[in-house]
């Protein structure tokens, strides 16, 4: 039964006399089980707590750099926020570099800035490019555990990623679209922030495999073509433009899986050119998506909750340091499937 702790420790936590439990510790004769039994509970107790004190007292400043619109990194910073006050007796500190459009050089240059000044952690949302993965390295080497969120960068020195499985996500937009249409036919608009976001592409890769799996499979159903539109930064007035073109040169597009964002604006596009749109899947419950699904504009929204995300890598961060104990690597976040009657927050 080894531990650290004194008898005196032990005595306290179990609420027993210091006579008893020295007699459990050195195998003395005259200790009921139960005894013996409690003593061994007062010391894991003892273990859990030691993590406790560990923290105490102690500061974690971390960096969280993103390139995003705005409406999904305001998301990200208001859980962060609403996390941080539940993390005590440790205090996270955070530092955010947030941005809407740049290049991968950009982020590049945010992170060596971040390597330079010091951090405890460091939590990213850029794409996967050479230049990007150079300095998660970088950071690494100096003892900065990287986390990527929401689209990883798999073939870099990341500590973990946090986030939904986005192929599976893919594959639950395809079968919502699938179910919705039925044996009507229908194409597909499929919009993307930028190209080089692992997790879009990923998010991409299962929507297309899961309807291909599925024309193969039932040859009745009518085959559906596939409209892509890249590279749009999620911006409004891009995705307009873009959204309007795509719907002027393909006539048969009646569903859409928005995995970039930019909503407003392809609900827009179907508006204006007097179109409809049966089936509309997107992702995650930010302002205008929420304000979009009671509206019914949105048929529904594939989500995941960004408080688990926040807490799971902060846990992560510190077992990095070794402030707490547990499992490095979390598991990859549930899918949720919102619709306008199981809103987070509305009532019945």
Same mark, same amino acid.
């Given at each position: ?82 996390? !941080?006050?539940? /993390?005590?007796?440790? =205090? %996270? &500190? ?9 290049? $991968? *050089? ?82 597909? !608009?499929?919009? /993307?922030?930028?190209? =080089? %976001? &692992? ?9 297309? $495999? *899961? ?89 529904? =929204? ?47």
């Amino acid at each position: 039964m080894g531990h650290p702790y004194r008898i005196r420790e032990i005595a306290s936590q179990a609420g027993l006399s210091e006579a008893t439990v020295d007699r459990v510790l050195h195998g003395r004769g005259g200790v009921r089980s139960s005894t013996v039994d409690e003593v061994r509970r007062a010391i894991a107790d003892l273990d859990r707590q030691r993590a406790q004190v560990r923290l105490s007292g102690r500061t974690f400043v971390i960096d969280v750099v993103m390139q995003a619109p705005e409406r999904f990194s305001a998301a990200v910073r208001a859980a962060i926020e609403a996390e !941080l006050p539940l /993390l005590r007796p440790a =205090v %996270f &500190r955070s530092r955010f570099h947030f941005r809407e459009t740049g290049t $991968a *050089a950009d982020v590049a240059s945010v992170l060596r800035r971040v390597r330079a000044r010091g951090s405890a952690g460091v939590l990213v949302k850029a794409p996967d490019t050479p230049e990007v993965a150079e300095q998660i390295a970088e950071l690494a080497a100096r003892g900065i555990p990287v986390l990527t969120l929401v689209t990883d960068l798999p073939a870099s020195r990341r500590l973990a990623y946090i986030g939904i499985d986005n192929r599976a996500a893919g594959a639950t937009a395809a079968y919502l679209v699938r179910q919705w249409l039925g044996e009507r036919p229908g194409d597909v !608009l499929v919009t /993307l922030s930028r190209s =080089v %976001f &692992r997790g879009e592409e990923e998010r991409e890769m299962g929507f297309r $495999a *899961a309807m291909r799996a599925h024309a193969s499979a039932a040859h009745a159903w009518p085959p559906r073509a596939i409209v892509e539109i890249a590279d749009t930064e999620g911006l409004d007035e891009v995705m307009f433009r873009l959204a309007t073109s795509a719907l002027e040169a393909n006539p048969g597009i009646r569903a859409v899986y928005s995995v970039g964002g930019g909503n407003r604006s392809i609900v827009r596009a179907f508006a204006e050119l007097g179109r409809s749109c049966e089936v509309f899947v997107a992702h995650d419950l930010d302002a205008d998506n929420r304000a979009l699904l009671q509206d019914g504009q949105l048929s529904v =929204v594939l989500d995941h909750d960004l408080r688990v995300d926040v807490r799971n890598a902060f846990h992560a961060i510190l077992r990095a340091h070794d402030a707490v104990t547990g499992p490095l690597v979390p598991p990859p976040s549930q899918i949720q499937v919102i619709t306008p009657f199981n809103l987070p927050g509305s009532s019945p």
